[in-house]
């Protein structure tokens, strides 16, 4: 028998859910709602005229082959991000874990990066990649290898994405670490027994009790690569060469700050918001099905 | 006698410096786009102005970069918080243009408050750029510069080539790359701002539409005309230039510079408004050329056209208010100011009478070369091709142009291929400014 916690009456619940309810509506149920009405129009920049265009902006946009584009662009940046941020991130919990002692300043270390900003992390991985004056290019000039991302395609993603990803080692890392830590040791030991090596027990054992974290995780870090990864890219490519790196969030930046076309910008954001939401339904109804709670 | 001459400069540094205590003085707000060196000088000429006189105040503030002050006034207005002055980089131009009941124009401003005011007093080239086709001035021309070929004469000289040599035609760099890759040189050439340098003002240069309807000045309903051959030809040149390693592709801003000042480039395409920058930083004889042309082609060399930013004065404030807008638009047009400014930074002098104080003061005596850019704009008369650009969503067309040309320039893509889907594409963007400006 369930034991189920129930309030008497409506008012009392109703008035502990409501401040979240008001957040809710003012932080994105409204902004949202604008974003749709707004991609309905071609506004002047300074609001002045607003022109009815029904779905215009959403064909406008769909004919486009460049914008086509950057969805399969966004794809590429979003999975390799989840990769290089979630798989470095188990390995580096894994030997945390194993560790007896200075586990807890080898914890803090790691979590650091987590507190560098996008844009600043941008910033620092520019810099090392700078073709001119970055340490990295310099070494691999001297191992023979021309580096140069302002005009080479993969280069450039590779850089936007390991930028990206790195300072969410950390946080991954961190959930990945409590997850360890919440593995009984008695199904180990009880491996450990039968014989299993550590990587045996590692792939039978372990990473089938961490799925609910790594779901949760790979849920969280598409959403992050989707929508706010735009600071690195800013900084380090603006989305070139050519558009190798124009992510869709990007686009609703550059369309809508840059260009100042308010309306494509709204239709964009409309896409993209559809697009994460049904996004995220599908990992909730097919990925979810193989976790183990 | 010395007590009272002390007195008196004592009484008239206090009333300096404090304008706004001793009376009710009228402020206005000024947004620009300028940090470092040209911040401070941007600062000094507030603050000479607000010495000047009592009236008014003026109070500057930096709102970023020029994309980002723009976006910041736009913000503002739609706030109804907009500045009385809010400084526009010259893509932004048709922007402002088209938000009638956003802006004062400049020519009404000036007329409303009584100020003393002629357009003719500026630079053909310059007022251009801002003035309607009936003669109209609606933004002051305030930073403006145009590309010129800055050269490293160390590094030609390390080359084996005479400095001195002929450079004033792209067969004759050609000629000069080919020597300095022989030699070895690992940037012949760089470029900053390749779009405004390499197709917007190479264009002009050559006498040659960029866009129909006289580069948009005539209507809303332009068309990019880029891709035509003597463009085509430049960039394939350029192309075929990056592939054999003459020409370094540094990034779509102004990032070759550092490449330049650091002495790795030979030759390099930029504003004349790198002067401050090369002037610091470079540790190497350098001199400072006009934008090559291509000989043989009809009407070449015409004149180039500006880059910079303007002044515009945004609706919605106090008639007095504006009559103080009027007062500080007139300051800094000032010959003194003026000229102070293209000595002290590079860009060119927006009224003729600064140019020729300057000239006067044996500025271009002791600088050789700062008066490249001047001649480069001012020697011929400006035709339909060669006034300026004046095209909606520009940003954007710059940035589709900008990769196009990293197409060109990796290889991707030959110049007519990528000159052709640039126009197409930007021609999408100019439709969609048209549908929302009719």
Known sequence: MEKLVTFKGWLLPLALVFPQIV?????????????????????????????????????????????????????????????????????????????????????????????????????????????????????????????NHVLNEAEAMGLVVVASGWGRVSYNFLFFFAALQAVPRSVIEAAAIDGASFWRRFFTIVLPLLSPTTFFLLVVNIVYAFFETFGVIHTITGGGPQQATTILVYKVFADGFVGQDLGSSAAQSVILLLLVGALTVVQFKFVEKRVHY | MFKKALFSTMLAGALLASPVASFAATEIQFWHAFTGRLGELVAEQVKTFNASQSDYTVAASHKGNYSETLNAGIAAFRAREQPHILMVFEVGTATMMAAKGAVNPVYEVMANAGARFDPDAYIGTVKGYYTTTDGKMLSLPFNSSTPVLWVNRDALKAAGIDPDSDLSTWQKVGAVLDKLKASGSKCPLTTAWQSWIHLENFSAYHNIPFATKDNGFKGVDTELAFNGPVQVKHIQTMGDWAKQGKFFYAGRRNEGGANFRSGECALFTESSAGYAGIKAEAKFDFGVRPLPYWDGVQGAPQNTIIG???????????????????????????????????????????????????????????????????????TRQPTANSKGLRLGSFDQIRGIIDEELEAVWSGDKDAQTALNSAAERGNKLLRRFEQANR
């Open chain 1, 23 to 147: 957040i809710s509506a003012v932080f994105f149920f409204y902004p949202a709602g604008q974003a749709v009405w707004q991609s309905l129009f071609i506004p002047d920049p300074f609001g002045l005229s607003t022109k009815f265009v029904g779905l215009g902006n959403f064909e406008f946009l769909l004919t486009d082959e460049f914008y086509r584009a950057s969805f399969l662009t966004s794809a590429v940046f979003s999975l390799l991000v989840t990769l290089v941020s979630m798989v470095p991130a188990l390995f580096l919990a894994v030997m945390a874990d194993r560790l007896i002692k200075g586990a807890g300043v080898y914890r803090t270390l790691l979590i650091w990066p987590y507190a560098v900003a996008p844009a600043v992390a941008g910033v620092l991985w520019l810099f090392m990649f700078n073709t001119r004056v970055g340490v990295v290019s310099w070494y691999l000039g001297q191992l023979g290898y021309d580096w």
């Open chain 2, 308 to 378: 910079g930013a303007s002044l515009w004065v945004m609706s919605g404030h106090k008639p007095d208010e504006y009559k103080a807008v009027a007062a500080f638009l007139n300051f800094l047009s000032s010959t003194d100011i003026q000229a102070k400014w293209h000595q002290d930074t590079g860009y060119l002098p927006i009224t003729v009478a600064a140019g020729e104080k300057t000239r006067a003061d044996g500025f271009y005596q002791k600088n050789p070369g700062t008066d490249i850019a001047v001649i480069q704009m001012t």
